[in-house]
């Protein structure tokens, strides 16, 4: 890995992850972020908008599908949900209650 980062050359490619105690999904590429918690999609561009505070994902419609669909290659690939341990929190501890719904693998 020395020679790469050495030479400074980049290469263009994306990044995916995923939380599953809260169901998030993101994706990043270039300057684009792609984030989805639950049923909400967000879409930002980092040059422009490093706080993340101005979701792009109605004007830039074109690009959310690129990113959501990419995404779901991505996962089709990885451990299913379902057989993963969620990061789970004591109901006690939570200003809201604890997403145990369609999606979370919280019981």
Same mark, same amino acid.
């Given at each position: 890995? *020395?020679?790469? *980062?050495?030479? &400074? =050359?980049?290469?263009?490619?994306?990044?995916?992850?995923?939380?599953?105690? %809260?169901? %998030?999904?993101?994706?990043?590429?270039?300057?684009?972020? @792609? @984030?989805?918690? &639950?049923?909400? $999609?967000?879409? @930002?561009?980092?040059?422009?908008?490093?706080? $993340?505070?101005?979701?792009?994902?109605?004007? $830039?419609? !074109?690009?959310?599908?690129?990113?959501? %669909?990419?995404?779901? =290659?991505?996962?089709?690939?990885?451990? #299913?949900?379902? !057989?993963?341990?969620?990061?789970?929190? !004591?109901? #006690?501890?939570?200003? $809201?209650?604890? !997403?145990?719904?369609?999606?979370?693998?919280?019981?």
């Amino acid at each position: 890995m *020395l020679p790469l *980062l050495a030479s &400074g =050359e980049t290469t263009d490619r994306t990044l995916f992850w995923r939380f599953q105690g %809260q169901r %998030q999904r993101a994706a990043r590429q270039a300057n684009w972020k @792609y @984030y989805r918690l &639950g049923d909400h $999609e967000f879409l @930002y561009d980092l040059v422009v908008d490093p706080h $993340e505070r101005a979701n792009r994902a109605l004007a $830039e419609a !074109d690009v959310l599908a690129r990113f959501s %669909q990419a995404w779901d =290659e991505w996962s089709s690939g990885m451990i #299913a949900n379902d !057989d993963l341990a969620g990061l789970c929190f !004591d109901t #006690a501890d939570m200003a $809201e209650p604890l !997403d145990t719904g369609p999606g979370s693998n919280c019981k």
